[in-house]
């Protein structure tokens, strides 16, 4: 199995950079997976130039989630956005995702990577935890709604 695929409960997962084709597909998951999903120009920008990670992941060539992040001062890498089609939840996409975009901000020198979970979101920050990511602190007021966010961290 090459690299860029990944076996996850229910078949292979294929990974690969994410492209502007792969927009419409992108901000369908945003809309039904976040209460304040990101508009399209950003996602837009994030393809063409905002992230240094920008990953899709297909299972028979249909895309199931995406991961966007960047390196920010030299060695620190944030997990800008996640997210898995509610159809293909709980297979191991989610994880699989992560593992990939930690490996690739590995690859670019990072040693450390940090990410914002809503407090409420208890699926994610149990994934983030099982991946090693720890609560550093909790950011109030984060989200547009006025949800509080956890800031959690982990070394690479």
Do not use: W
């Not at 390196?71 to 293909?88: C, K, L, R, S």
């Amino acid at each position: 199995m090459k690299k860029e695929e990944m076996y996850v409960k229910g078949g292979n997962i294929r990974f690969r950079k994410a492209t502007l084709k792969d927009l419409d597909k992108i901000q369908r998951i945003e809309r039904v997976s976040f209460r304040n999903p990101y508009p399209t120009y950003y996602t837009k920008a994030l393809i063409e130039s905002l992230s240094d990670v920008s990953i899709v992941a297909e299972i028979n060539d249909r895309v199931v989630g995406y991961v966007f992040a960047r390196v920010e001062f030299g060695a620190v890498g944030h997990i800008i956005t996640i997210a898995v089609d509610p159809a293909f939840r709980g297979l191991g996409i989610g994880k699989s995702l992560m593992i990939e975009a930690l490996r690739l901000l590995r690859e670019r020198g990072c040693r450390s990577v940090y990410l914002e979970v809503r407090v409420s979101n208890e699926p994610a920050i149990n994934l983030y935890r099982k991946l090693g990511f720890v609560i550093k602190r909790r950011i109030r007021g984060y989200y547009k709604d006025g949800e509080d966010a956890f800031l959690m961290e982990r070394q690479i």
